[in-house]
C-alpha cells in the first residue's frame, strides 16, 4: 500500500507560512548585531594552543617545542606511552602518517539462490505495530502484508492463520522497503540494495543490485517489479533502470531527451513501475512542483527505445502502474486515474474519492481494487477497475471510512482490506467487514521512543535505560519496561541525560535534579535541574546545571553527602549554553572535555584550573559544532563536529599531540566501554578496533542507522526508526563470534 | 491533493505535450510567500563581502540586513520555537562573521551563510530535548481573510492545520527542513541539495519520505 497524497500542498503551505509568521523577529537584528560588536573575525591559526601562555612565541613555535620535548621524553621513558593530556602527549611524531581510518572490510556478500532462514540473533525489544504499509495477494490468494515495524506478515484468509518475521529470522525482515507479489506465489521483498524471494518457509532467491550503484541514498533501489518471464526491473532513487536476467544486471537507463526523467534531472524520481505481458517496462516519475510545469509522467521501454507519455493535467505523483486485460495500463496519479494504451492518455473518471484508494497492490490477473462510499450511509464499496471504467464490487459495513485503504482478492473469493493508520487485517465476511486479526495491545506498557537521537544507555544485556517520547525514562530489565521518574511525585519530569558510572551504575540528569540508580529506585543527590552528567573514575558527577548559559558544576562525595562545586565560568569563546552541551567526558587525569554543538562550536578541555579551546584549522574547523564527544580507553579523545560548511558529520581524534580527522562509514559514533568505536551506519553497526572498521554483524539497512549504544559486556543495541520515521524500535545484536 | 472528479474526467487523447495547469502557491494567495532569503548576486554585494572579510562590520551588517527575517522565519518554520529560531539565526550571523575569513569565493557568500543557518537549525532542533524551556503552544486562528477555499476541490478536503502541524513537529529535524524549503521557501531541489551539501537523489528521495512521513504522522495524530 503505497502511501497516498491525503495532505494537499495548499495545506502544506498553508501550515508552514502560519508556522513561520507566527512571530516576529523582534529584536533580532539588535541582538545579533550587538553579538557582533563583542567579536571579531578569526584569523586562521595552524594548531591547538597550549594552555600556558608563552609570550613573543607563535602557536606553531609553542607545539614544534612541545613536541620536541615530548619526543625526548618518550625516549628517556616509555611510561609516558598512555599518557593523554595535551601538554604531556603521547610519544608519537609529528610527521608520522595519520592512520588510514577508512580502512573498512568487504561485506559478506548474501548468499545468491535458494537457502533457509538464517536467524540473525538480533532481537527487538520495542516494537508496537501501527499498522500496515503494504498488502498484497500473491498467485495463491493469500495476503501478504508488511508492518510499519518493519515485520512481514502472511495471512491466510481461509484458515485466519497468520505468521510474521522480524529482523530475528533473517536480514531480509530487517531491510524490506517494499513487498511486491511474485509471480510464483510468495512475494519479493524489496531492500535498499537487495531483492529477496520469500515464499513463507525460505528464501527462494536473493538478488544484489550492481556492485557499481553509487554509494549514497541515491543508488538505493526505488522500485521494483518481476516480468512475466520471471526477470526483474527496478529503478534506483537516482533514476537508474535496472534490468536483471539471468544472474546478471544490465542498464536501461533511459537518455536524455526521451522525455524519461533522466539522472541528472532534479525535479523526478522514480516512484511506480509496471512489466507488460510483453515484458516491457513501464516506470511512474513522479515530479516535484518546480520548476512550474514539469508533470508527473510515465515512460515505456519497447527493448530498443523509451517513449515518454506526459500527465496532461500536469499532477505531480505516479503512484502505480498496472496492465490491464486488453493490454492498456492504469495508472494511478495524486489526483485520478488515467488509462494509457500506448499511444494515448486518457483520463478515468470514478465514482468515488480517489484519495482513499492505494492500488499499488492488483491482484495477479491485473485487476485493481478501490474501495468508496457504498449505498448506505455506513458501509465501504469495493470497485473494480474493468479495463474502461471503474464497476462496483462487494460492499460492507465496519470497514473505518476516513483513512485511504488497501484491499485486495484472496482465497476462495474472500476480500481483505487494511486501513492507513489501524493494526487491523480485515475480511469480507457478507456484509460486514469484519477484523480478521489484531495486534494485541502489550501487556505491560512499553515506551514509545523517538527517533531524535536522544541518550539511551546500555547496562548490560539485560538491562537498558531509555528516554521516551514524553521525557520520561524507562528501564528495561527482567524482559520488561518500566516507567522509573526519578522523583515518584512527579512522573510526568523530563530526563535529558543518562551516564554509566564505572562501577556500572546508571545516572541520570533532568529536570528533577540529579540521581543514580540503587536498589530499585533513584537516589538523588542534587535537586538543581541539569541536562547532561557524567561520571569520572573517581566516582565524582560532573553536571551541566541548566540554571543560566553555561553552569558547569561537579559533585563529590565526601563519604556522608554529595558537595557541590562550580567550576570557573566557561571560556568565553565557547558557547556553552544549555543544550549545546553535546558531550562532556573526563579523562584519567582528571581533565574535563567539553563539545559545544551549535555555531562557534568548539572543543575545551578543564585542566589545572585553565581552559583551553580548540583555535587550530589542522582538521578540526574553528566553529566545528561538536556533537559527540567520548575518551576511549587509549586516552584518544574522540569527537563527531558537524563543520559549518559540510552537510556531514564528521570525525576527529585527539591523540596527545594533534587532531586527524577521520571518516568512520557514516552514522553517529559511539565509544564502547572498552575504548573501542562503534559508528551506526546504513549497513548495520561498524566497529572500530584502532586499526579498521569492520562489520561484525548481518548487513541490515533498518534501523540501525540512529543511534548506537555499547553496554560493558559488549552487547551492542540500536536505537532505530522505520523508514518512514514514526516507528523506533531497540535491536539487541547477538554477541559477535569470537 | 485531489481535484475532484468532474474536473478533469475528460479524455485528453495524444496530450502529451507538458500543460502548465499550475496553481499559485497558497502562500503566494494569502499574502505569506517568503521574501527570498538571497538576494542575486551583484558586483557590488561581492565587494561588500570582500569588505567584510577584511573585518569591516558595516560591510557585514549590510550583506545581512535583509537576511535576517526571512532567515529567522525559515528557522521558526522548521523549529517551531520563537527561541529556537532567534538563537539558529543569531548563531549562524555570529558564526558567519567570525568565520568569514575562510570563505575563499564571495560569490558564495549567500549559500554559505544559507548552510551554516541550517546547520544552525539543525542544532538548536537536537538541543530542544535537553532544555527547560517550556513554550506554551499557540493555537492558530484564521486570518479572517483567509479563503476557505484555496482551489477547487482542495479546501473541502484540507487536513487541520492545527493538526498538520502537530503531525509536522513529530517529523525527524531533516525531513522537516527540506519541506520548508521546497514547500515555503519554493527552492528547487537542486539549489536544496546545494545549500544542504546533500546529493539531489537524496533530497528528491528525503522530499518523497517527507511527505509519506507527514501523512503517517497525521494518521497518528487523528488516532
Known sequence: MSTHVVISDAALEAMLARRANRADPGSLHDDAFARLDATEPRRHLLAWPVSVARGGWSARQVVLVAAAMLLLAAAVSGALIGARLLDQARPVPFDTPPQNLNDTTPVAPFRLGPRALAPTGIEVLVSVPGWYTHLVADGEGIAWLREDTGAIVRFDPLTHTRQSWSVADDVAFGSTEQVIPARSGGVWLVGQRALWWFDGEGIRDAVETPADLPAGSGGNLAVAAEAPDGTLWAVTRD??????????????????????????DASCFPSAIAVDRAGRPWIGWSVYPDPPGAPARVSRYDGTGWITLEDPLGRNEVLSISEQTDGSMLVDLDDGFARLDGSSWTEVPADFDPGRCTSDAPDPDGTVRCVGPG?????????????????????????????????????????????????????????RWEPAWEVTPPAVPRPRIPGDGRPLLAISRDELWAIGQDGGIWHFSGGAWTMEAIDPAHPGSKVWDVALAPDGTAWAAGEDGVAYWRDGRWVVIDTEPANVVTLDRDGTAWVN???????????????????????PACPRNLPLR??????????????????????????????????????????????????????????????????????????????????????????DLVLDPDGSLWAATDRGPAHYDGQKWTFPYPSVSSPTRVLLTVAPDGTVFALGTSTDFMATSIWRFPAPAP | MRQSTEERATTAGGGFAAVSVRDEPLAAAVGVLPTPIFEPQLPARADLVRRAREGDRIAFERLVDRWIEPAFRTALAI?????????????????????????????????????????ACRTAGRRRGRTTVHEISVSFIPEPDEPAGRRPGVAEESADLDELERAFGRLALPLRTVLVLHHWQRRSVEEIAAVLGIPQGTIKWRLHEARAALTRALEEERR
Open chain 1, 545 to 567: 546545571r541548566t540554571g543560566s548559559a553555561c553552569d558547569l558544576w561537579t559533585l563529590r562525595s565526601n563519604g556522608t553527602t554529595w558537595v557541590p562545586t562550580p567550576l
Open chain 2, 79 to 119: 523549529l517551531g520555537r520563537e527561541a529556537d529560531a532567534h538563537d539558529a539565526t543569531q548563531d549562524a550571523l555570529l558564526d558567519a562573521w567570525r568565520n568569514i575569513r575562510q570563505l575563499r569565493d564571495p560569490e558564495r557568500f549567500d549559500a554559505w551563510l544559507g548552510r551554516i543557518h541550517l546547520n
Open chain 1, 239 to 264: 533514476g537508474a533502470v535496472l534490468h536483471r536476467e539471468g544472474a546478471s544486471w544490465s542498464r536501461r537507463t533511459a537518455p536524455p531527451g526521451s522525455g524519461a526523467c533522466a539522472q541528472s
Open chain 1, 578 to 667: 544549555p543544550g549545546f552541551l553535546n558531550g562532556i567526558a573526563v579523562d584519567d587525569r582528571g581533565a574535563l572535555w567539553v563539545g559545544a554543538g551549535g555555531y562557534g562550536g568548539a572543543v575545551a578541555r578543564w585542566a589545572e584550573g585553565r581552559w583551553a579551546t580548540n583555535d587550530a584549522s589542522d582538521g578540526v574547523p574553528n566553529n566545528a559544532g561538536v556533537e559527540v564527544l567520548g575518551i576511549s580507553a587509549a586516552g584518544d579523545v574522540w569527537i563527531g563536529f558537524r563543520p559549518p560548511d559540510h552537510g556531514a558529520n564528521e570525525y576527529a581524534r585527539f591523540d596527545g599531540t594533534e587532531w586527524k580527522v577521520a571518516d568512520p562509514p557514516g552514522g
Open chain 1, 375 to 431: 449505498t448506505r450511509p455506513d458501509s465501504v464499496r469495493v470497485f473494480r477497475f474493468d479495463g474502461r471504467t471503474w464497476v462496483p464490487d462487494v460492499e460492507g459495513r465496519g470497514l473505518p471510512a476516513d483513512a485511504p485503504a488497501t484491499v485486495v482478492a484472496a482465497r476462495a473469493g474472500s476480500y481483505v482490506a487494511v486501513v492507513e493508520g489501524s493494526p487491523v487485517i480485515y475480511q469480507l465476511a457478507g456484509d
